[in-house]
């Protein structure tokens, strides 16, 4: 009879360079929106440039930013953060709707 070794279980792989930096950049997106609740506008704004500008086609980040733009009462800004949001993700409505109200602030009614 043979004798059996007891299986042991592989040992968990480290996470991907990808999910590592994903995983970084979320956590960075989730403190930025921490922030933004609190009123803190100019922390928030430093979460999600730096998301942006290390993960561009992240469409989250595009659309938060623009929101804490809206909310500090910059609509160009704003407006320029939620387009890059919907040319990525098309069907993020949320970054559609704010740009619309950054249209009505502005005046452009047409828009």
Same mark, same amino acid.
């Given at each position: 009879?043979?004798? =059996?070794? !007891?299986? &042991? !279980?592989? #040992?968990?792989? #480290? #996470?991907?360079?990808?999910? *590592?930096?994903?995983?970084?950049?979320?956590? $960075?997106?989730?403190?930025? +929106?921490?922030? $933004?609740? /609190?009123? &803190?506008?100019?922390?928030?704004?430093? *979460?999600? =440039?730096?998301? @942006?500008? =290390?993960? !561009?086609?992240?469409?989250?980040?595009?659309? %938060?930013?623009?929101?804490?733009?809206? +909310?500090?009462g910059?609509?160009e /800004?704003?407006?320029? *953060? +939620? &387009?890059?949001? $919907? $040319?990525?993700? #098309?069907?993020?409505? !949320?970054?559609? %709707? %704010?740009?619309?109200? @950054?249209?009505?602030?502005?005046?452009?009614? =047409?828009?």
């Amino acid at each position: 009879m043979k004798s =059996r070794t !007891p299986l &042991r !279980p592989e #040992p968990e792989a #480290p #996470p991907a360079a990808l999910d *590592a930096a994903f995983d970084r950049e979320g956590e $960075l997106l989730k403190r930025g +929106l921490e922030a $933004l609740q /609190q009123g &803190r506008l100019k922390a928030s704004f430093e *979460a999600f =440039r730096s998301v @942006c500008e =290390r993960d !561009p086609l992240r469409s989250e980040a595009h659309l %938060y930013l623009g929101i804490a733009h809206h +909310l500090a009462g910059d609509s160009e /800004q704003a407006m320029t *953060a +939620l &387009r890059a949001a $919907l $040319l990525l993700n #098309p069907a993020l409505w !949320p970054a559609s %709707y %704010y740009l619309a109200l @950054c249209f009505e602030n502005l005046g452009h009614w =047409r828009e």
